[in-house]
T-cell receptor, first 114, second 116 residues
Framework: AQKITQTQPGMFVQEKEAVTLDCTYD???????LFWYKQPSSGEMIFLIY??????QNATEGRYSLNFQKARKSANLVISASQLGDSAMYFC???????????FGPGTRLSVLP | GAVVSQHPSWVICKSGTSVKIECRSL??????MFWYRQFPKQSLMLMAT?????????EQGVEKDKFLINHASLTLSTLTVTSAHPEDSSFYIC????????????FGPGTRLTVT
């Protein structure tokens, strides 16, 4: 079974500063993918970034980067230069070819302060 | 990019009635679609996996006779909440995995169901 842990229920960050959202995972699958999604109050799931288990380099997408430490089974999301529009719930998720579906963590609510 | 639509986006129904929610992949084919439920301030929980042309696979604790899933084509899956009760009020989100994809999934915008 796969599991995602996000230990930060809520985080605050000052506008224009960087913030790290923690994510640790547990899986027995040799191959898997890790995702981060943003969910604003509207409810839609917005894809942010993806990291494959065999990727050698950490994924980056604009202001988002993923700090992937495979040995520690962690996949932290780093948001640089926070903006007010970044305030939302953030979910870390894992999937695998075998499991197919996403397993989500409990989420972290990020609030960006002006 | 790949787009998944859901209809309706929100619905209010009376207790005891049935509600159908549609999930469509607009520009790709999906042999597998997933239905998730999200209660307020909680995470998404998988309800069932819908495979085109076969019966859905339900997660433990999800009543298959209450949540009817039909995946009639490679672009459409429907979730019918039968005899809805107030405790079924939730946010229902579908996702679709493109054919030949290992990890990619695309989410619909969700359907907010309120049962009065």
């Amino acid at each position: 079974a796969q599991k995602i842990t996000q230990t930060q229920p809520g985080m605050f960050v000052q506008e224009k500063e960087a913030v790290t959202l923690d994510c640790t995972y547990d899986t027995s699958d040799p191959s898997y993918g890790l995702f981060w999604y943003k969910q604003p109050s509207s409810g839609e799931m917005i894809f942010l970034i993806y990291q494959g288990s065999y990727d050698q380099q950490n994924a980056t997408e604009g202001r988002y980067s993923l700090n992937f430490q495979k040995a520690r089974k962690s996949a932290n999301l780093v948001i640089s230069a926070s903006q007010l529009g970044d305030s939302a719930m953030y979910f870390c998720a894992i999937t695998s070819p075998a499991g197919q579906n996403f397993v989500f963590g409990p989420g972290t609510r990020l609030s960006v302060l002006p | 990019g790949a787009v998944v639509s859901q209809h309706p986006s929100w619905v209010i129904c009376k207790s005891g009635t049935s509600v159908k929610i549609e999930c469509r992949s607009l520009d790709f084919q999906a042999t597998t679609m997933f239905w998730y439920r999200q209660f307020p301030k909680q995470s998404l929980m998988l309800m069932a996996t819908s495979n085109e042309g076969s019966k859905a696979t339900y997660e433990q604790g999800v009543e298959k006779d209450k949540f009817l899933i039909n995946h009639a084509s490679l672009t459409l899956s429907t979730l019918t909440v039968t005899s809805a009760h107030p405790e079924d009020s939730s946010f229902y989100i579908c996702s679709a995995r493109p054919v030949d994809s290992s990890y990619e999934q695309y989410f619909g915008p969700g359907t907010r169901l309120t049962v009065t």
